[in-house]
């Protein structure tokens, strides 16, 4: 399995790492009083900006990568999408530009050494926006790949990054600056080499925008037969282009990817909403109950009503 710890990109503003030693300090130190005694997520006054903390290295738990940026100030984590991992700790940041069915794992933690970090979630039409913003320097034409990578984090980013959390402590400042932050961010994600993948999401003719457009359709009737041929022609694709850019930005086939969204579902169904095992896999699409929980069981790595009581059991120890 290849492990991406981070892409080659060209970052002009990546300096030696003594120069901005102090801004990865105040990272560290402003996440961790922030989140003080938390264990897990956090939700901020700043719209898509989420704190982490947990003291301890997570199981590998399957869930949906957002379009976000995310940046480790303590400990790492990796991702797991189809047969590649990609592993990303406070000398890198990692950025996905579609949301991308994942397996994500905490994979260093400690309670004197929490795992402290942030995700900022990108929105499609700021990204646009700043496109078409006729001032943009030219931007290196290339065609992206994967719709997610990871690169080192210079010391330009993470100044924007800091002066975005330093939001928090103004919370009058935030509707007025927070805009003009979240914009020099998405600018300084552009100009890096590794920004392709921000920037063919949203070009119209680019094809990583039509999987992009695949992807939304998969998302909204992930319940429904999946008929490749149908969105192959809603996006203006062949169904055979469609199945090699699909796979290129996502590495799954778009089939692959409907049945986590359905798994991923079904198993928020039974955990969240205790909806039983029957009824959670026919509302996500499932006709066969066997099926259901052999691709539950793969994906899980327990039937539903192991899976269901393991998540019971260790919510009432946590309790």
């Given amino acids: 399995m290849p492990l991406t710890r981070a892409h080659s990109g060209n970052d002009t503003s990546a300096v030696p790492d003594t120069a901005y030693e102090p801004a990865r300090q105040e990272l560290l130190c402003t996440l961790e009083r922030m989140t003080g005694?938390?264990?897990?997520?956090?939700?901020?006054?700043?719209?898509?900006?989420?704190?982490?903390?947990?003291?301890?290295?997570?199981?590998?738990?399957?869930?949906?990568q957002k379009a976000a940026l995310a940046v480790i100030a303590q400990g790492s984590k990796r991702l797991f999408i189809g047969d590649e991992t990609y592993e990303y700790d406070p000398f890198h940041y990692l950025i996905s530009s579609v949301d991308l069915p994942v397996v994500a794992k905490v994979s260093v933690a400690s309670p004197t050494l929490p795992y402290l970090g942030l995700r900022l979630d990108l929105n499609v039409e700021e990204i646009t926006e700043l496109i078409s913003d006729e001032n943009l320097p030219p931007l290196l034409p290339a065609e992206a790949s994967r719709a997610l990578c990871v690169n080192p984090l210079g010391g330009t980013l993470l100044d924007v990054v800091l002066r975005l959390l330093r939001l928090?402590?103004?919370?009058?400042?935030?509707?007025?600056?927070?805009?003009?932050?979240?914009r020099e961010l998405l600018y300084r994600l552009l100009m890096n080499g590794q920004g392709v993948v921000l920037?063919?999401?949203?070009?119209?003719?680019?094809?990583?925008?039509?999987?992009?457009?695949?992807?939304?359709?998969?998302?909204?009737?992930?319940?429904?037969?999946?008929r490749v041929e149908e969105i192959a022609r809603d996006v203006h694709m062949s169904v055979s282009s469609l199945h090699?850019?699909?796979?290129?930005?996502?590495?799954?086939?778009?089939?692959?990817?409907?049945?986590?969204?359905?798994?991923?579902?079904?198993?928020?169904?039974?955990?969240?909403?205790?909806?039983?095992?029957?009824?959670?896999?026919?509302?996500?699409?499932?006709?066969?109950?066997?099926?259901?929980?052999?691709?539950y069981s793969r994906l899980f790595g327990a039937p539903p009503l192991r899976d269901k009581q393991r998540w019971k059991d260790e919510t009432a120890l946590a309790a």
Avoid: C, W
């Fill in 37 to 64: 005694t938390l264990e897990g997520s956090l939700d901020t006054p700043i719209e898509g900006l989420f704190l982490h903390r947990l003291s301890q290295p997570t199981g590998a738990k399957p869930g949906l």
């Fill in 168 to 182: 928090l402590d103004t919370p009058r400042d935030i509707p007025i600056l927070a805009p003009m932050i979240r």
């Fill in 199 to 226: 920037r063919q999401t949203v070009l119209q003719d680019s094809q990583l925008n039509r999987v992009a457009k695949a992807i939304r359709i998969l998302r909204d009737n992930y319940a429904q037969p999946l």
């Fill in 244 to 295: 090699h850019h699909f796979k290129q930005a996502t590495a799954m086939s778009p089939l692959q990817y409907q049945k986590h969204l359905r798994l991923q579902e079904a198993r928020r169904l039974m955990l969240t909403d205790d909806a039983g095992v029957a009824l959670a896999a026919h509302a996500v699409g499932y006709e066969s109950s066997s099926q259901f929980s052999r691709e």
